[in-house]
């Protein structure tokens, strides 16, 4: 961008003076060319830019006015596709960040030779089974391993076939056993939290929606939209619920799903899960200046009721209660969905 700009700004002062010059010995109107930064975030470009106004000095003062524009060109910024060191600094100086970056760094020395011959990973896909500790795997190895007339203990499970594999401790800031709110936060964002709490950090107070005002985390799916990548979450659970939510959600409590899940007073202040998913697009880039997301391509799973009015009126045809949804502010988030993403699918 820099040499572009380069390029614009020398194409520009060749105008000014080619211009400059071109005059009437008669009236000695002159013709003149004026350049105006575009800030971050202005409606015509959204990570700044540069207009080009070019005009005759018709009152000869020497300045290009306002009435003596006669043509405009806009050179927009092309938008930020990472965050700055600023902008990430919730992350990168957070003491479980900081930490685990570092025992990044000593496990990549360790590997730097097969990592340079293997090269880097295109994309990147998460699969999380939810409570699969190591009991569970074992459970599942041994089993699959009988059903095909095996020695169960011997056989591998197809993630343990690949040449790398770890564990991680799992555990809340305020829990030993922890819960998937705090969990999924961590793996999304590399920073611990308490029980209960998605895509903040501990400083919040469960279930008090103005205390986590400042801390919200960022996520690798965000960090993927800001790079102009495809994502998506799937998932058996509803799609509001703590794990597939702290993809793409803050909340102070896990359990506000829809707005029916809230008290008056946090309601007022924050919002919910279910809505949060609906306005991602917009929510992210009201964060950070100069970023142009496209939205998450692919969301499946369950958990209709919280994105319909509680209102028989709005049940789909497929429902099996006499009232599907479960919201009370009378939002159909179903169509607000479409209604931004006209050639999605429903």
């Known amino acids: 961008m820099v040499i572009i700009m ?3 700004n020398l194409i520009s002062l060749a105008v000014v003076v080619a211009l400059a010059g071109c005059s009437d010995d008669d009236d000695k109107i002159e013709s003149l060319s004026v350049e105006n930064t575009i800030a971050v975030g202005s409606e015509q470009c959204i990570n700044g830019g540069i207009e080009t106004q070019t005009g005759e000095d018709s009152n000869q003062n020497g300045e290009l006015d306002a009435d003596e524009v006669t043509a405009s060109t806009v050179a927009c910024n092309d938008p930020a596709t990472s965050l700055n060191a600023q902008q990430l600094a919730p992350l990168t100086t957070n003491t479980w960040f900081k930490e685990a970056q570092t025992k990044l760094v000593t496990s990549q020395d360790n590997i730097a030779n097969i990592v340079k011959e293997s090269g880097k990973a295109k994309n990147v896909i998460l699969f999380v089974g939810d409570g699969m500790g190591i009991s569970t795997v074992t459970a599942a190895r041994i089993l699959a391993g009988q059903l095909q007339g095996k020695m169960g203990e011997e056989h591998q499970l197809s993630f343990e076939t690949l040449p790398f594999s770890g564990f991680a401790k799992t555990y809340n800031v305020d829990a030993q056993t922890p819960d998937s709110a705090g969990t999924m936060t961590a793996m999304a964002s590399g920073v611990k939290t308490d029980v209960g709490v998605i895509g903040i950090d501990e400083a919040v107070v469960n279930g008090n929606c ?30 509001t619920h703590a794990t597939p939510a702290a993809t793409y959600a803050k909340s102070a409590s896990r359990n506000w799903e829809d707005i029916s899940d809230m008290p008056e007073s946090e309601a007022a202040n924050c919002e919910d899960i279910a809505s949060q998913l609906v306005n991602f697009e917009k929510n992210l880039e009201a964060r950070f200046a100069g970023i142009d997301v496209d939205g998450i391509e692919v969301v499946m799973g369950g958990g209709r009721r919280h994105f319909l009015p509680k209102d028989a009126a709005f049940n789909s045809a497929d429902a099996v209660s006499s009232v599907e949804g479960d919201r009370t502010d009378g939002r159909d988030l179903t169509a607000e969905w479409q209604a931004q993403y006209p050639t999605g699918q429903y």
């Open 6 to 8: 380069k390029k614009l």
């Open 210 to 239: 103005l205390s986590g005002k400042g801390h919200e985390l960022i996520t690798s799916l965000e960090l993927a939209e800001i790079a102009g990548k495809s994502t998506g979450i799937i998932s058996t659970a509803r799609i």
